[in-house]
T-cell receptor, first 124, second 111 residues
Framework: QVQLQESGPGLVTPSQTLSLTCTVS??????????WSWIRQPAGKGLEWIGR???????DYNPSLQSRVTISLDTSKNQFSLRLSSVTAADTAVYYC????????????????WGQGTLATVSS | DIVMTQTPLSLSVTPGQPASIACKSS???????????LYWYLQKPGQPPQLLIY???NRFSGVPDRFSGSGSGTDFILKISRVEAEDVGVYHC?????????FGPGTKVDV
């Protein structure tokens, strides 16, 4: 069973960089059949896709955040990470990591497994 | 960006009764590969979202068959044939045809 677990500081100072890590167990992040994404949800609000990375090294980011976001993979630790720079209070949210997989029938199952989420609060 | 809308935004249902949620996209979700990239998730209270339905009508592993999805192009429906108490939460639709991925506002279902 695939499991994802986010980790990182719960409190970030305004203008600093938010750094989170997602540790994957039960499967290798190196497989070409997966994409690894970050999604966030401010309290009481909807879901916002932040970006994704493939094992090939390709990345895609939400244009609304692109200038501030970096997603990277560490295959030796089976982890992927999110860095969001120049944070403000508007970046306060629960951050989720999630997997996308390709089924045997060739259908993309977007966000089939999620971490439990970690709350990141931006405050001085 | 593709805008996703859902109706209703809130739904109160009686256990054992059916329920349905509509989702509409601002652009067609039909890809040139012939597949339609519409997804449904359920976010139970205090939990992350969980995948229910992928590509309009395919139930994810372990999802009860009381959940079904239908639709095409820009208009989609999630149906619960007989609602159970464990079905409470927020239902989100999402488009997967274009980046950035975008979600609907969510439909809160209580029993």
């Amino acid at each position: 069973q695939v499991q994802l677990q986010e980790s990182g500081p719960g409190l970030v100072t305004p203008s600093q960089t938010l750094s989170l890590t997602c540790t994957v167990s039960g499967g290798s992040i190196s497989s070409g059949n997966y994409y690894w994404s970050w999604i966030r949800q401010p309290a009481g609000k909807g879901l916002e896709w932040i970006g994704r990375m493939h094992a090939s090294g390709s990345t895609d980011y939400n244009p609304s955040l692109q200038s501030r976001v970096t997603i990277s993979l560490d295959t030796s630790k089976n982890q992927f990470s999110l860095r969001l720079s120049s944070v403000t209070a508007a970046d306060t949210a629960v951050y989720y990591c999630a997997r996308t997989s390709l089924s045997d029938s060739g259908r993309w199952r977007l966000f089939d497994y999620w971490g439990q989420g970690t709350l990141a609060t931006v405050s001085s | 960006d593709i805008v996703m809308t859902q109706t209703p935004l809130s739904l109160s249902v009686t256990p054992g009764q059916p329920a349905s949620i509509a989702c509409k996209s601002s652009q067609s979700l039909l890809h040139t590969d012939g597949k339609t990239y519409l997804y449904w998730y359920l976010q139970k209270p205090g939990q992350p979202p969980q995948l229910l339905i992928y590509q309009v009508s395919n139930r994810f592993s372990g999802v009860p068959d009381r959940f079904s999805g239908s639709g095409s192009g820009t208009d989609f429906i999630l149906k619960i044939s007989r609602v159970e108490a464990e079905d409470v939460g927020v239902y989100h639709c999402m488009q997967g045809i274009q980046l950035p991925r975008t979600f609907g506002p969510g439909t809160k279902v209580d029993v």
